[in-house]
């Protein structure tokens, strides 16, 4: 490397620490950008929706008047499917995970379904609708129903729930397990009542963060074939139905601004719907965390 | 089953306990048994897509021939008469990816460098999280948002562009899938050991440069993974396309124009209630099947991708 001078190295010195601040100042508008838009797409939604809800939105069902509509049929259908979507998800994820990390650890069967979870979380959530079609509503005949939506949305979160619940389940200590084993506990006793126990606070926060993605999705109940106009409540577990989000795309897509009003109610309910989840979740992991800490 | 559950027990095998063990050894199989059948169904819901998709789409080939599909740019299946160049779905689907990349892309990797590199304690712990309510908006409210106020700011901006375009749904896209770039680079970056930083700044380095020679190649397998799977995760996205960016089958290239990507196909048929056994119908899985191929070879690509290239330091 050439020699330079005093002044030269303080020249170039200077013109690098300039570029360093406009580096920083150009890092640091990409975050205020982020964070922007999430306060420009809060304050919009407000301004279109907050006016228009009151309790007869809450109460009514869709309409051809935009100011009668509401989301009764949404709201219901949303909370029908999901109650089905979690308990399968629930059941089969936990279930998966424990054969995961407690049966099967490090043999090859484990890495292939890792591996085959890992892929399945990344598979777009419309053809997860398709598969729901042709499996739950044309091949096991449950029709365009509440129980073949839940079905489906379980499927599409069944890796999350069965991720999160494996976190949960190899954070539990081995000494808790070695000691039940040592008073002569068998396998399941050991996992009934000392890891399931332990690792429930953290499977529950993944099951609701799993639960709270399945109620916002809309692509694949619109492909499984969901409706989109629902004067009534579902009324068995084989009725059809709507859902919230299928509801918010509907008033989205219509040119009649009462409607772009009514959507933009629908999505505040909606956002207030997972705030109150996530913030469930957020409570429950600092609880947790405090225990190991 | 038996063999592997003996394996790794840590008890002795039940046969050497006392009488009445059997009693217990009985419910300790069935569930072991259960639990083992839920993991083989996870793989089955593998299986099952494939299976559906290839069902469906087989049975569009015997009707239309594979080339035809692949090679041709005109997609009208829904008219009376019926072309299924597929690439014109493609063409949309490209498009968003690649401009919803162009804004992901860089502000999410100036972010994370901003969070992993210059922010301090008190500002990340906040922000973090705060960056992370962007993706668990639902695509529908990014898709409203889409139409309803970036597109009639852009339409004062320039009044060439269409009601349904590209752009708009793009941009948004962008900023919904910028959180995913932006929190997996940033884990990346902060898994580069404090040694090599140290090791920089000791050689007189400045911060910028430390962060872009030094940080960024060592984190390079971690941040170009993320890449791919926000690559994946803008192919895949529905909504947002489905509502802002048109259902026009456009060979094109231009943003401003309504163009239709291979998802907001599927919706479109799929709200049409296409009678199962007709053409339409069968076009829905043909695209899907190339649609998930499309993203589980990304997915594998990113996978590859972080254990190939992974730099180990301890």
């Known amino acids: ?293 | 089953m038996r063999s592997s559950l003996a394996r790794n027990s840590v008890v002795p095998p039940l046969g050497h306990a006392a009488p009445g063990a059997w009693r217990r050894r009985l419910p300790e199989r069935g569930i072991a048994l259960a639990l083992f059948l839920s993991t083989i169904l996870s793989i089955l819901v593998t299986v099952g897509i494939i299976a559906v998709l290839l069902f469906e789409a087989i049975k569009f080939f015997g009707e239309v021939s594979f080339w035809e599909f692949i090679t041709g740019t005109r997609w009208t299946p829904l008219f009376s008469s019926k072309q299924f160049g597929v690439l014109a779905l493609v063409a949309g689907t490209t498009l968003t990816a690649v401009l919803a990349m162009l804004v992901a892309l860089p502000l999410g990797l100036l972010s994370a460098i901003y969070l992993s590199e210059y922010a301090p304690d008190k500002v990340r712990r906040p922000v973090k999280p705060i960056l992370e309510v962007l993706a668990g908006i639902p695509t529908v409210v990014y898709g409203y948002f889409a139409l309803l106020f970036v597109t009639p700011i852009l339409r004062q901006i320039s009044p060439d562009i269409a009601v349904f375009n590209a752009l708009s749904a793009s941009i948004v896209m962008g900023i919904m899938i910028l959180p995913m770039v932006s929190s997996l680079s940033e884990d990346a970056m902060r898994s580069v050991p404090r040694t090599l930083r140290e090791g920089a700044y000791a050689l007189g380095s400045t911060k910028l440069e430390v962060s872009t020679l030094v940080v960024v190649p060592a984190a390079l397998s971690g941040i170009v993974s993320a890449f791919i799977l926000a690559v994946s995760r803008a192919i895949g996205e529905t909504m947002i396309v489905t509502i802002a960016a048109g259902q026009n089958p456009n060979f094109t290239l231009n943003p401003f124009v309504p163009i239709e990507t291979m998802t907001a196909y599927i919706v479109q048929v799929s709200q049409g209630d296409a009678p199962a056994g007709s053409i339409e119908f069968k076009t829905i899985f043909a695209v899907a099947l190339l649609l998930f191929v499309i993203t589980l070879a990304m997915n594998l690509l990113s996978q590859y991708v972080v254990s190939r290239f992974r730099e180990e330091y301890e």
């Open chain 1, 1 to 293: 490397m050439a020699v330079i001078s005093q002044t030269e190295f303080q020249r170039r010195k200077a013109r690098r620490k300039w570029l360093g601040r406009v580096f920083h100042g150009l890092c640091l508008l990409s975050v205020t950008v982020a964070l922007g838009a999430l306060v420009v797409l809060l304050i919009y939604l407000v301004v279109q929706g907050v006016t228009r809800i009151d309790w007869s939105f809450l109460t009514s069902f869709a309409s051809r008047y935009p100011e009668q509509a509401g989301i009764k049929a949404a709201m219901l259908g949303s909370i029908y499917v999901v109650i089905v979507a979690g308990a399968v998800a629930f059941t089969l994820g936990v279930a998966t995970a424990l054969y995961l990390e407690e049966y099967a650890a490090r043999s090859t069967f484990a890495r292939i379904a890792k591996i085959n979870i890992s892929n399945l979380a990344g598979v777009p959530s419309i053809v997860y609708g398709l598969l729901g079609l042709q499996i739950f509503v044309h091949s096991l005949h449950l029709g365009k129903s509440v129980l073949a939506g839940g079905f489906t949305l379980a499927l599409l979160i069944l890796p999350i729930v069965i991720v999160a619940a494996g976190e949960a389940v190899r954070s539990v200590p081995p000494s808790l397990r070695e000691g039940s084993y040592a008073l002569g506990a068998t396998r399941w006793q050991v996992i009934w009542h000392m890891v399931i126990p332990q690792a429930f606070p953290g499977i529950l926060t993944g099951v609701i963060l799993a639960v709270s993605r399945a109620i916002g999705e809309t692509a694949p109940l619109i492909a499984m074939g969901a409706l989109t106009f629902v004067p009534f409540t579902p009324d068995s577990p084989l009725s059809r139905f709507t859902v919230l989000p299928i509801q918010i795309f509907n008033w989205t897509s219509r040119p009649q601004a009462g409607f772009q009003e009514a959507a933009a109610a629908g999505i505040i309910v909606l956002l207030v719907i997972l705030l109150v989840m996530n913030a469930g979740a957020v409570i429950l992991r600092n609880r947790f965390q405090n225990k190991w800490e």
